[in-house]
């Protein structure tokens, strides 16, 4: 399932800002990567660690400049100012953190404490990005005709066994005895069929699709079970706690909707679109 040129005009603002974050999360990643080595000491890592500390600065800006720039528009909703506010905390308790260690003669200890805030600064903002490229995707303008079996088989497409953030769901699902077209931005389509599946995934389970037409929309039932099965295996995101609200109030933005109670299935619902 190819991504036509009219689904990727996304808004610059956001693209900017989103390439920041992730090039100083993958800054965090190689200084956590660092502290973990035990062959690596104190002097290689007070090299590193200033360029980290000096990141942080902007990355806080650049997550304020996701709630400017969808300010006042469609995009503009609570989650999104809740999701810029999470960033810009955890980016303070790593500048304090980073701030310590400098100042620190990088003992057992200090390394330990900045080893431990790390850990807990990272999972919040793995999970943060995967709500901004959500954000990105939702700005884009344009929707093509896909095949609805596409949106769930091409989630596979992103999986990468050397992600640090990859996160695997068997799927299993019946393909309809006649195609089902829906009118989408199929990168947005694929993400917002990844939330669904992370919301119901429960470990070592696979996530059963029904796909339903109701009215003009195509129904995705999601629900987990305790059964192997052969399915399609795909990529989903990492959660935080913000992931549903924020994947909820964003999916209506493109014409979707999604149900994803905190207990039971998650229903997916995409607008149908035209098969020629």
Same mark, same amino acid.
């Given at each position: 399932?190819?991504?036509p040129?009219?689904?990727?005009?996304?808004d610059?603002?956001?693209?900017?800002?989103?390439g920041?974050?992730?090039d100083?999360v993958?800054?965090i990643h190689n200084?956590?990567? &660092?502290?973990?080595s035990m %062959?690596?000491g104190?002097? $290689? /890592?007070?090299?590193?660690?200033?360029? @980290?500390? =000096? +990141?942080c600065a902007?990355?806080?800006l650049?997550?304020g400049?996701?709630v400017?720039?969808t300010?006042?528009?469609?995009l503009?909703?609570s989650a999104v100012s809740?999701?810029?506010?999470?960033?810009a905390?955890?980016m303070g308790?790593?500048?304090?953190?980073l701030?310590?260690?400098?100042?620190?003669?990088?003992?057992?200890s200090?390394r330990?404490?900045l080893?431990?805030t &790390?850990?807990r600064?990272i %999972?919040?903002?793995?999970? $943060? /990005?995967?709500?901004v490229d959500?954000l @990105?995707? =939702? +700005?884009a303008?344009?929707s093509?005709?896909?095949?609805?079996?596409?949106v769930?088989?091409?989630n596979s497409?992103?999986?990468?066994?050397?992600?640090?953030r990859?996160r695997?769901?068997?799927?299993?699902f019946?393909?309809?005895?006649?195609?089902?077209v829906?009118?989408?931005?199929?990168?947005?389509?694929m993400?917002?069929?990844?939330?669904a599946?992370?919301?119901?995934?429960?470990?070592?389970?696979?996530?059963g699709?029904e796909i $339903?037409?109701?009215d003009?929309?195509?129904?995705?039932?999601l +629900?987990?079970?305790?059964?192997k099965a052969?399915?399609t295996?795909?990529?989903t995101p990492l959660?935080i706690?913000l992931?549903?609200?924020?994947v909820?109030?964003l999916?209506?933005t493109?014409?979707a909707?999604?149900?994803?109670?905190?207990?039971?299935?998650?229903?997916l619902?995409?607008p149908?679109?035209?098969?020629?």
């Amino acid at each position: 399932m190819p991504s036509p040129t009219s689904s990727r005009s996304v808004d610059p603002r956001l693209a900017s800002a989103s390439g920041l974050m992730r090039d100083t999360v993958g800054g965090i990643h190689n200084l956590s990567n &660092l502290l973990g080595s035990m %062959r690596v000491g104190p002097k $290689a /890592l007070s090299r590193v660690i200033p360029d @980290v500390h =000096a +990141s942080c600065a902007p990355m806080a800006l650049a997550a304020g400049e996701l709630v400017r720039a969808t300010s006042g528009g469609p995009l503009a909703t609570s989650a999104v100012s809740e999701l810029g506010r999470i960033v810009a905390e955890r980016m303070g308790e790593l500048e304090t953190a980073l701030h310590r260690a400098e100042t620190s003669t990088m003992r057992a200890s200090d390394r330990l404490s900045l080893e431990t805030t &790390l850990a807990r600064v990272i %999972r919040d903002l793995d999970g $943060a /990005l995967e709500l901004v490229d959500l954000l @990105v995707e =939702a +700005s884009a303008t344009g929707s093509v005709p896909v095949d609805v079996t596409d949106v769930i088989r091409e989630n596979s497409m992103r999986l990468d066994p050397n992600a640090s953030r990859a996160r695997r769901a068997n799927v299993v699902f019946v393909v309809p005895a006649e195609p089902i077209v829906v009118m989408v931005n199929p990168r947005l389509a694929m993400r917002l069929f990844g939330f669904a599946a992370a919301l119901v995934n429960g470990r070592d389970a696979s996530v059963g699709v029904e796909i $339903a037409v109701v009215d003009d929309s195509c129904r995705l039932t999601l +629900s987990s079970f305790e059964k192997k099965a052969k399915g399609t295996v795909i990529a989903t995101p990492l959660l935080i706690e913000l992931s549903a609200r924020y994947v909820v109030e964003l999916a209506k933005t493109s014409g979707a909707t999604l149900d994803a109670p905190s207990a039971g299935p998650a229903v997916l619902t995409l607008p149908i679109g035209a098969s020629d």
